[in-house]
């Protein structure tokens, strides 16, 4: 099982557990939350349950990574995730965030962002970290651009007019020290 566990300043980013469905389902039922993303929204507490076995548990398990659940360190309540995982079909290792509308705007995406990079970076040794855009959105494409990531290429991804920007290891050392 993957144990990681890190702070920021504000946030506490740890792996996800099932007593975790409830938050889980909170962030992802939100059309508005999902609405990039390619999925639909989660239709309840069980199916968030489901979510996290199915495909959060196996990236801890098989990759050694995954989605995290990005708590608020205020009131303990978990607002959202970030975390990386290695998407096999294209051997690459992808950064993500997701957060409770009601919290957007704040710089928690940013912040657990940078966590996740140097995390990914340092501790795990991976050499290039992409991020997978919808080309509408652009306050997650601004969010990716402050952490140094450069445009890669246009895709399709979950079907939608996407962009992949990246950050190879060196990169990141040099806009950490900026």
């Known amino acids: 099982m993957y144990h990681y566990q890190t702070e920021t300043e504000r946030l506490i980013l740890r792996p996800f557990t099932l007593d975790d469905a409830d938050a889980f389902f909170e962030f992802n ?5 999902v609405k ?3 999925n639909p929204p989660t239709l309840s507490i069980e199916e968030a349950k489901e979510i996290i076995e199915r495909v ?3 990236q801890y398990s098989k990759n ?11 009131n303990q309540e978990i607002i959202g ?3 990386l995982k290695f998407i096999e079909e294209e051997n690459e290792t992808d950064l993500g965030y997701r957060f409770l509308r009601s919290e957007w705007g704040q710089g928690y995406a940013t912040e657990s962002a940078k966590a996740v990079l140097k995390h990914g970076f340092e501790d795990l040794g991976i050499e290039r970290i992409i991020a997978r855009v919808d080309k509408r959105n652009i306050n ?3 969010v990716i651009e402050k952490l140094g990531m450069t445009y890669d290429s246009d895709i399709l991804c979950e079907s939608l007019p996407s962009v992949k920007h990246k950050i190879l290891r060196s990169d990141w050392l040099k806009h ?3």
């Open 176 to 178: 950490r020290k900026r």
């Open 36 to 38: 990039y993303t390619g």
């Open 140 to 142: 997650s494409l601004r």
């Open 56 to 58: 959060i548990f196996p």
């Open 64 to 74: 050694g990574m995954g989605r995290l659940a990005v708590i608020k360190k205020e």
């Open 81 to 83: 995730f970030c975390g």
């Open 29 to 33: 039922k939100d059309p508005e939350v």
